[in-house]
Nanobody, 121 residues
Framework: QVQLVESGGGLVQAGGSLRLSCAAS????????MGWYRQAPGKQRELVAI???????KHADSVKGRFTISRDNAKNTVDLQMNSLKPEDTAVYYC???????????????WGQGTQVTVSS
Protein backbone atom coordinates (compact mmCIF):
# COMPACT_ATOMS: atom_id res chain seq x y z
CA GLN A 1 0.00 0.00 0.00
CA VAL A 2 0.93 3.64 -0.42
CA GLN A 3 1.37 6.19 2.31
CA LEU A 4 1.52 9.94 1.82
CA VAL A 5 3.28 11.78 4.62
CA GLU A 6 2.94 15.55 4.83
CA SER A 7 5.03 18.09 6.67
CA GLY A 8 5.48 21.84 6.88
CA GLY A 9 2.13 23.05 8.17
CA GLY A 10 1.84 25.51 10.98
CA LEU A 11 0.90 29.01 12.04
CA VAL A 12 2.06 32.01 10.06
CA GLN A 13 1.18 35.68 9.88
CA ALA A 14 -0.57 37.12 6.86
CA GLY A 15 1.95 37.90 4.16
CA GLY A 16 4.28 35.17 5.32
CA SER A 17 5.32 31.93 3.69
CA LEU A 18 5.17 28.22 4.33
CA ARG A 19 6.48 25.26 2.40
CA LEU A 20 4.53 22.02 2.49
CA SER A 21 6.14 18.73 1.56
CA CYS A 22 4.68 15.32 0.85
CA ALA A 23 6.53 12.05 0.41
CA ALA A 24 4.94 8.95 -1.06
CA SER A 25 6.18 5.53 -0.02
CA UNK A 26 5.32 2.00 -1.06
CA UNK A 27 5.71 -0.30 -4.01
CA UNK A 28 5.08 2.41 -6.54
CA UNK A 29 5.77 2.04 -10.21
CA UNK A 30 4.93 5.63 -11.02
CA UNK A 31 2.86 8.56 -9.84
CA UNK A 32 0.71 10.20 -12.46
CA UNK A 33 -0.73 13.24 -10.69
CA MET A 34 0.49 14.55 -7.37
CA GLY A 35 -0.63 17.68 -5.59
CA TRP A 36 -2.56 19.38 -2.86
CA TYR A 37 -6.15 19.93 -1.83
CA ARG A 38 -7.44 21.90 1.12
CA GLN A 39 -10.56 22.04 3.23
CA ALA A 40 -11.61 24.90 5.46
CA PRO A 41 -14.23 24.50 8.21
CA GLY A 42 -17.70 24.37 6.71
CA LYS A 43 -16.33 24.25 3.18
CA GLN A 44 -15.90 21.51 0.60
CA ARG A 45 -12.49 20.18 -0.20
CA GLU A 46 -10.98 22.04 -3.13
CA LEU A 47 -8.03 21.64 -5.42
CA VAL A 48 -5.12 23.92 -4.60
CA ALA A 49 -2.51 22.80 -7.11
CA ILE A 50 -1.64 19.61 -8.91
CA UNK A 51 1.25 18.53 -11.10
CA UNK A 52 1.36 15.75 -13.65
CA UNK A 53 4.34 13.55 -14.25
CA UNK A 54 4.92 15.25 -17.60
CA UNK A 55 5.04 18.69 -16.04
CA UNK A 56 1.53 19.98 -16.58
CA UNK A 57 0.17 22.05 -13.71
CA LYS A 58 -3.14 23.35 -12.53
CA HIS A 59 -3.76 25.86 -9.76
CA ALA A 60 -6.82 27.24 -8.11
CA ASP A 61 -7.47 30.78 -9.28
CA SER A 62 -7.25 32.01 -5.71
CA VAL A 63 -3.63 30.89 -5.34
CA LYS A 64 -2.20 31.66 -8.77
CA GLY A 65 0.84 33.85 -8.48
CA ARG A 66 1.29 33.01 -4.80
CA PHE A 67 1.68 29.22 -4.63
CA THR A 68 4.15 27.12 -6.58
CA ILE A 69 4.04 23.35 -6.86
CA SER A 70 7.05 21.20 -7.66
CA ARG A 71 7.84 17.49 -7.88
CA ASP A 72 10.82 15.25 -7.59
CA ASN A 73 9.78 12.17 -9.53
CA ALA A 74 12.83 10.19 -8.46
CA LYS A 75 11.98 10.68 -4.79
CA ASN A 76 8.18 10.58 -5.19
CA THR A 77 7.79 13.89 -3.40
CA VAL A 78 5.80 17.03 -4.04
CA ASP A 79 6.24 20.45 -2.47
CA LEU A 80 3.96 23.44 -2.25
CA GLN A 81 5.64 26.78 -1.73
CA MET A 82 3.05 29.17 -0.34
CA ASN A 83 3.88 32.87 -0.39
CA SER A 84 1.88 35.97 0.47
CA LEU A 85 -0.42 33.91 2.63
CA LYS A 86 -3.84 35.27 3.49
CA PRO A 87 -6.20 34.38 6.34
CA GLU A 88 -8.51 32.83 3.75
CA ASP A 89 -5.79 30.25 3.06
CA THR A 90 -6.40 28.78 6.51
CA ALA A 91 -7.39 25.14 6.04
CA VAL A 92 -6.30 21.57 6.40
CA TYR A 93 -4.10 20.77 3.44
CA TYR A 94 -4.12 17.24 2.03
CA CYS A 95 -1.55 15.64 -0.20
CA UNK A 96 -3.04 13.70 -3.10
CA UNK A 97 -1.58 11.25 -5.58
CA UNK A 98 -2.70 8.91 -8.30
CA UNK A 99 -0.47 5.85 -8.40
CA UNK A 100 0.26 3.09 -10.88
CA UNK A 101 1.58 -0.28 -9.68
CA UNK A 102 3.30 -3.12 -11.45
CA UNK A 103 1.08 -5.66 -9.68
CA UNK A 104 -2.29 -4.00 -10.22
CA UNK A 105 -3.89 -2.58 -13.31
CA UNK A 106 -5.38 0.87 -13.37
CA UNK A 107 -4.70 3.95 -11.29
CA UNK A 108 -5.33 4.30 -7.56
CA UNK A 109 -5.99 7.43 -5.54
CA UNK A 110 -4.35 8.16 -2.20
CA TRP A 111 -4.67 10.91 0.36
CA GLY A 112 -2.42 12.11 3.12
CA GLN A 113 -3.63 12.60 6.66
CA GLY A 114 -3.75 16.37 6.30
CA THR A 115 -1.71 19.16 7.84
CA GLN A 116 -3.13 22.32 9.38
CA VAL A 117 -2.19 25.69 7.94
CA THR A 118 -3.35 28.69 9.93
CA VAL A 119 -2.79 32.25 8.72
CA SER A 120 -3.36 35.00 11.25
CA SER A 121 -4.29 38.55 10.33
Amino acid sequence: QVQLVESGGGLVQAGGSLRLSCAASGSIFSINFMGWYRQAPGKQRELVAILGSSGSTKHADSVKGRFTISRDNAKNTVDLQMNSLKPEDTAVYYCYATVVFTTHSGEYQYWGQGTQVTVSS
